[in-house]
């Protein structure tokens, strides 16, 4: 895909920055500037299979699969917010990005995939009633940020150029970064999985039984050390020396030498189930079963007492031993002889996937050995400039102060405690759901099809929800949410004004600055009907249409993978509170048709063809300020205010003239805000464009020696995007 930038700098601007690169320590790679960002998503995969008749009563498969993936991505490119965890550079004013941040291509970055799979089951059938299954895997996962180069990320703030949103010049409220991407300094995972199971089922009368285990162990080690390579701000000026000049601020991200870079984790699952199907009839059927699992994470975090004492909650909370119990009932029921309509439903318990990606936050936070250090003017303390940080030369010799591009990760020589904490609260439990379907299905002879009408409803059980537990509340706002409480100095109690943004961070705990505590919330449910008519294949050709309405709410979405950011990015009216609103990975309305044709090039070699659409309402999105309105130390996720009027006395317009508050009110009606008004709009209160996808997919089997045969595929992802753009509503530009 493509994208363009927020802004364009100036060209002069942009020759002044970069014929400054050669001549600093070690003549830095920070790249160069371009109109637009463009990078191929590539994927490869590579598949074998291996079906062994060993007897006519036992059969092997074995499967082996790689995959190699490389997916591009722009941070900061195109955009009008503060840069991930961007320092405070007091006593200098917080600065605005509202009129655009871009990025030179050094901050670009690739995260780069390898998974290798080894998988093999074993199906014997001992008597006529006795089955067996057995199944072993081996999973090796390598997820790593690949940059173009190894470097401090470097943010200019004032850079002069033109707003891509409306042409016009600005000189103000814009930043140039480049260098590596804050996020991307260290970010990687490699994840070693082994699992296996077995189960046998007996069959006696007319009953059914089944019981088994299964177990699934993965060792992790994560690196995340953002901001580890270092971070310097500057203003821009026509006369900016970068060697020389004394930065805003500095940040890095650093451990104590004698502590490891990575963090190590393991977790495990281990299941035990059975269950009874009881069949009287060829017209009903029903059944009852049960699971029970037990967790392990046998390597608990680095203890920090500190954290105990501060806030009363030890860090080294886990999900070791924990269990959970899973009652499941589900029944068939033909109400006819011929079976054209059966009515069928269930209920039951079911674990989420593993929740390592958030527990794993508590082993790289623990609020000791490694940490942020920042400095800026207020701070009291010497800033190195660049030219001193790439080159060595800074007074202070704690490596802290020094890059070394061939070990670019900061250490420090100091045993570093404090900065930003994330744990786990002490019998936190994993993400479980109460889920329930009842559905009814009609064979239609003629067509060859199912007509199928089902209602699916969850309910959460235990859900993930993390707070910033140092924050201190300090009241409320005009409008009713709460905000933090903010001073204008460390050494007064005036507050700073309720939507203004600077001052010093009143919190629980001087020695840390967020606290990320994970504990549980039982907020959240879904509800979704479904309507499909499906021909399954026959005489060589198979279809499926399906439409499915629904709606689904959380207390906090699940889509990061730092305590910090999952948190922060959770847009609210009051910070720290359990809010339900609409989820983010709500699909209101969804169309799905699938067309499949076989063809027979080859004698008894089957080609298939397959066309999938997909058409769907486009995802919820929110309404925010782009300040921090209620002091949490972050931008971006309040939500907004509505207006009832002009005399709203929630809100002070005496800054705008009457054609202003004319083009004010009138965008809250033409973006539908107005529904809001007197109140505020929730979090995902507004549904994105509808959105279509057409995927062609082929396969033919090919004919490797006698019985073994082996498939080839092929998929080509948005082939509707290559036939047109316009009947398929496809965007060419990203941001």
């Known amino acids: 895909g493509t994208a363009i930038p ?71 490119f195109r955009s009008t917010g503060s840069p991930s965890s961007f320092p405070s550079i007091a006593p200098a004013a917080t600065p605005s990005f509202a009129n655009g941040v871009t990025t030179y291509d050094s901050k670009y970055y690739a995260l780069a995939v390898k998974e290798k799979v080894w998988a093999a089951q074993l199906f014997s059938n001992w008597t006529p009633d006795l089955k067996t299954e057995f199944a072993f895997s081996k999973n090796n996962t390598e997820s790593v940020r690949s940059t173009p180069v190894n470097l401090p990320e470097i943010v200019v703030l004032g850079v002069p150029g033109t707003s891509a949103a409306t042409g016009a010049a600005v000189t103000s409220n814009t930043a140039v970064l480049f260098g590596t991407d804050y996020s991307s300094m260290g970010n ?10 077995g189960n046998g089922i007996y069959t006696w009368k007319n009953f059914t039984f089944r019981a088994g285990f299964d177990h699934e162990k993965t060792d992790f080690e994560n690196l995340f050390r953002n901001g580890s390579y270092g971070r310097l701000v500057y203003n821009y000026s026509p006369t900016l020396n970068l060697a020389n000049a004394t930065p805003l601020a500095f940040v890095r991200n650093v451990s104590s030498e004698d502590f490891p870079p990575t963090d190590v984790s393991s977790f495990d699952q281990t299941g035990f189930f059975a269950q009874a199907k009881w069949e009287p009839n060829q017209r009903f059927n029903a059944t009852i079963g049960a699971r029970y699992d037990v967790l392990g994470q046998p ?32 029944f068939n029921y033909a109400l006819d002889h011929d079976r054209k309509l059966q009515l069928r439903g269930g209920v039951g318990v079911f674990l989420g996937r593993s929740p390592w990606v958030w527990l794993s936050n508590s082993y790289g936070n623990a609020g000791k050995g490694r940490g942020t250090t920042t400095i800026n003017g207020a701070s009291g303390i010497p800033i190195p400039t660049l030219g001193q940080y790439l080159g060595g030369t800074f007074s202070n010799s704690n490596p802290l102060y020094k890059f070394d591009p061939a070990k670019p990760l900061g250490t420090t020589s100091e045993q570093f405690a404090g900065g930003g904490i994330a744990f786990a609260q002490p019998g936190i439990k994993p993400p479980t759901n109460l ?103 026959k005489n060589g050709w198979a279809y499926n249409l399906t ?29 720290n509170t359990v809010e339900k609103t609409r989820s983010d990975y709500e699909l209101k309305d969804r169309v799905d048709f699938t067309l499949t044709k076989d063809f027979h090039f080859w004698k008894n070699l089957t080609s298939s063809v397959s066309l999938d659409y997909e058409g769907r309402s486009g995802l919820p999105y929110s309404y925010v300020y782009s300040t921090d309105l209620n002091l949490d130390g972050f931008t971006q996720n309040d939500t907004l205010a509505v207006p009832n009027g002009a005399t709203d006395s929630r809100f002070d317009f005496s800054g705008m003239n009457a054609a202003t508050q004319t ?24 549904i994105g464009a509808w959105q279509n996808r057409l995927d062609l997919h082929f396969s033919q089997d090919v004919k490797v020696t006698g019985p073994v045969h082996v498939e080839a595929f092929m998929d080509f992802i948005n082939f509707g995007n290559f036939i047109s753009t316009r009947p398929l509503n496809y965007i060419a530009a990203l941001g």
Do not use: C
């Not at 959380?554 to 910070?575: I, L, R, Y």
């Not at 809250?668 to 505020?680: R, V």
């Open 6 to 76: 927020a802004f364009n700098p100036d060209s002069g601007a942009l020759t002044n920055l970069t014929n400054q690169f050669a001549s600093l320590p070690g003549a830095p790679a920070f790249g160069s500037f371009t109109s637009d960002a463009n990078g191929l998503l590539e994927d490869t995969k590579k598949l074998a299979k291996l079906d062994w008749n060993i007897t006519k009563d036992h059969r092997l498969s074995v499967r082996y699969s790689e995959t190699q993936g490389n997916q591009p991505s722009y941070p900061d």
């Open 663 to 686: 083009a004010y009110f009138a965008y809250l009606k033409s973006s539908g805000l107005d529904k809001y008004a007197g109140g505020y709009a929730p979090r995902n209160s507004f």
């Open 188 to 197: 990687g995972v490699i994840a070693d999985e082994i699992a296996f199971s």
């Open 435 to 537: 889920r329930g379907n009842l559905a009814l299905d009609y064979k239609i002879p003629r067509l060859d099809s199912v007509f199928t009408v089902e209602y699916i409803h969850t309910d959460v059980m235990q859900a993930f929800f993390y707070q910033n537990i140092n924050l201190v509340a300090g009241g409320q706002g005009a409008d009713g949410r709460t905000y933090f409480r903010r001073y204008t100095s460390a050494k007064n109690t005036t507050l700073v004004p309720l939507g203004t943004t600077g001052g010093i961070s009143n919190t629980r705990s001087t020695d840390f600055t967020t606290a990320m505590s994970l504990s549980n919330t039982d907020v959240g449910s879904s509800d979704y009907v479904a309507v499909s008519l499906a021909r399954p294949m």
């Open 299 to 330: 390597i608990a975090p680095t203890n920090n007492p500190a954290i105990e004492t501060a806030f009363g909650v030890r860090n080294d909370g886990t999900m070791d031993g924990v269990g959970q119990f899973a009652p499941r009932f589900a």
């Open 547 to 575: 439409y499915t309405r629904g709606h689904a709410t959380e207390a906090q979405p699940a889509g990061s993978s730092t305590a910090t950011s999952q948190w922060q990015f959770n847009v609210v009216f009051n910070q």
